[in-house]
């Protein structure tokens, strides 16, 4: 330890045995101290970032570090704060010699009958900047800024010197792209499938929800306490995970518009699958970037810039990772990567849509062929393709029918009796088999193996009976109150994640589960989600 090191910290520890200690003896109140709970999962001992910064000794200010433990199978970190001349490698060794309260460690570990083990095990220590180098933020706030400042000036030409003979300008123009966002008119190309619109937007508050309570389990949630609660009720299906994962089964269905899509161009090009018409119809899909890439560069920025709290660091490795990796969001295969080394981990999501998307042809190629071909096609990674396949043939069965496929009452009934079973039992099964087994399992194998072919199934019935007009449900899907939130669900889906993270990331305490309090999050975060999704429609998915 260097001298100037230990002599900081000698002054600061010699300074807290004072009966009136001087006011930068406050390092000591910004340790992170054992709070009750621990057997919950309230291990962490975060103490007070803010304060520990504010604090100015004689020759030295605060500096706050971590010290990340192992106790027997539990590990934790723990908030120091200590002389700003000590560099990380330095706090490891006072954590280990030198940081006591007379015979009694400022690092006290766990109670043993709390964690069956008394001895601790140090796996690193990190000490957290005041600021991060801005090198990646650098060029992402330029690209942001860039990003938006185009519609505002193509705004501001378009009212003051309206250059109205300008088109590329006014499609730029707020003007231009503010319109049709809050329509009730559908927005479903070529009209029809109304209750699609509703299916999205459930599907979507869905996984927001689930994220909502899923996300501060990552780091900073009593974990223990958190599982006990949401998975012994059935009444928590918007939050356990199992379940939530359906939601993004359902998005995939939905890949039923692109069969519909394609069929209908091949049909105006007097029924001819040209490479050119599959050219553009894959360009379609590729508009969905500019926003992708808008959110990627916006949360790396975010994270070299903003002052973070003491659960920042999961986050740090999301930048390191687009410093790497940031092309593989740019050709749409981040989801080829381990997920550990995906930039922007939530938009894996985007990657296999587009790669199922660009399957379609093929597909539709096939079924144009022969009608009686099998399908054998299921290749790693896309786990979750059978969703979009049997949205694909929905696709095409509701763009070719001739006839209703429900002709009597009892078969809509019969059916939506089936569908619905079917939904509850897939739900209920992940509570039941939620537990992994530590041996082969028939139960769990055939669960993974069905549930996501199962539920598509389920939703693509709600969909054929909606489209053939059985039931209140084609009536509560088909609102269109709906449309508008149906316009904006990408952006939605794409900015919900950074205010979870921004909002867990400034944390200073930890976050305790109640019901009361994952209400209210959930509320904030799909408020702010909203808002700003509004934004960005306008500004960067409908201009670019």
């Known amino acids: 330890v260097s001298q100037r090191c230990m002599k900081d910290t000698n002054a600061f520890l010699w300074e807290i045995t004072q009966d009136k200690p001087k006011e930068y003896a406050v390092l000591y109140d910004s340790y992170g101290k054992m709070g009750s709970n621990v057997e919950g999962g309230n291990a962490n001992r975060p103490g007070l970032l803010q304060q520990c910064r504010s604090a100015n000794g004689p020759s030295f200010s605060g500096q706050y570090c971590q010290v990340f433990l192992r106790q027997g199978t539990v590990q934790y970190f723990v908030g120091l704060c200590v002389p700003d001349s000590c560099r990380e490698e330095e706090v490891q060794i006072l954590v280990l010699y030198r940081l006591r309260f007379g015979q009694t460690s400022l690092v006290p570990p766990l109670p043993s009958i709390l964690v069956n083990q008394s001895t601790q095990e140090m796996i690193m220590t990190h000490c957290l900047p005041q600021t991060i180098a801005p090198d990646a933020s650098d060029v992402t706030c330029f690209v942001c800024c860039l990003m938006v400042a185009v519609p505002l000036a193509a705004t501001l030409f378009t009212a003051i010197i309206r250059w109205q003979r300008n088109r590329e300008l006014q499609v730029f123009s707020l003007q231009n792209t503010s319109q049709g966002i809050f329509s009730a008119s559908s927005s479903i190309p070529g009209g029809g499938y109304s209750s699609l619109n ?33 998975e012994s009720s059935p009444l928590y299906v918007l939050t356990i995970s199992g379940p939530v994962f359906l939601a993004v089964d359902t998005f995939l269905l939905l890949g039923l518009l692109s069969a519909r899509s394609l069929l209908g161009s091949i049909d105006r090009a007097e ?44 986050f740090i490795d999301t930048l390191m990772d687009c410093k790497t990796y940031w092309w593989a969001n740019l050709l749409l295969i981040s989801n080829l990567l381990p997920v550990h080394e995906i930039c922007i981990p939530w938009t894996w999501y985007l990657s296999l849509d587009f790669q199922c998307y660009a399957t379609t042809p093929l597909l539709v190629y096939f079924y144009r062929t022969s009608d009686n071909y099998v399908l054998y096609y299921y290749v790693k990674p896309y786990t979750r393709y059978s969703p979009f396949l049997i949205g694909i043939l929905t696709g095409i069965h509701l763009t070719t029918k001739k006839d209703q496929l429900l002709k009597q009452k009892w078969q809509a009934a019969l059916g939506w009796l089936c569908c619905l079973s079917v939904m509850a039992l897939l739900v209920g099964l992940a509570f039941i088999l939620r537990e992994t087994p530590d041996h082969p399992s028939l139960p769990h194998a055939l669960y993974q193996g069905l549930h996501r072919p199962l539920w598509a199934l389920a939703v693509s019935w709600i969909i054929l009976a909606c489209e053939e007009g059985y039931g209140f449900i084609k009536r509560l899907l088909s609102l269109s109150f709906w449309v508008p939130l149906s316009n904006i669900s990408f952006a939605c889906y794409l900015i919900h994640p950074v205010f979870i993270i921004v909002y867990i990331g400034l944390q200073e305490t930890p976050i305790h589960y109640s019901d009361i309090n994952f209400m209210y999050l959930f509320l904030g975060h799909l408020v702010l989600t909203l808002v700003v999704s509004c934004m960005l429609m306008v500004l960067v998915e409908k201009p670019y």
């Open 198 to 230: 509703g299916i999205r937007v459930l599907s979507l508050l869905w996984i927001i929800c689930g994220h909502s309570a899923q996300f501060p389990v990552i780091n900073n949630l009593n974990y223990k306490n958190w599982k006990k609660t949401v």
């Open 271 to 314: 029924d001819k699958l040209s490479p050119s018409l599959v050219a553009n119809y894959l360009f379609r899909r590729i508009k969905i970037q500019p926003l992708h890439l808008f959110i990627m560069c916006l949360t790396i920025g975010l994270i070299s810039l903003v002052q973070w709290g003491p659960y920042w660091f999961p």
